[in-house]
């Protein structure tokens, strides 16, 4: 069974710094952050794509230099490492996964970033 469990959300001003996690039950080929706040569409935050030897790394315009997307295969962990955090980066944050073939199949549940000023 294909499980995403996120951590590591919670409230912090804006400036500070979060990690958010996502366990997988297993190392997939292609990985992404999205997230999405209240009356918004959800947005592609950050992607990792590729296998063990070479992965490929794509951000949102909104979060490219603050944000960095990175993944422990031995774990089978991802990572979105949230710097400089704005207001406007308050949403609830999801894990994706998917496979080869292109698109996010698996979902996680979600963590919620609040950025306060």
């Known amino acids: 069974q294909v499980q995403l469990v996120e951590s590591g959300g919670g409230s912090v001003q804006a400036g500070g710094s979060l990690r958010l996690s996502c366990a997988a039950s297993?190392?997939?080929?292609?990985m992404a952050w999205f997230r999405q706040a209240p009356g918004k569409e959800r947005e592609g935050v950050a992607a990792?794509?590729?296998?063990?030897?070479?992965?490929?790394?794509t951000y949102a315009d909104s979060v490219k230099g603050r944000f960095t997307i990175s993944q422990d295969n031995a774990k089978a962990t991802l990572y979105l490492q949230m710097n400089s955090l704005k207001l406007e980066d308050t949403a609830m944050y999801y894990c994706a996964a998917g496979g080869l073939g292109g698109g996010y199949t698996y979902w996680g549940q979600g963590t919620q970033v609040t950025v306060s000023s």
């Open positions: 990792i794509v590729g296998d063990v030897y070479t992965t490929h790394t």
């Open positions: 297993k190392r997939y080929y292609r």
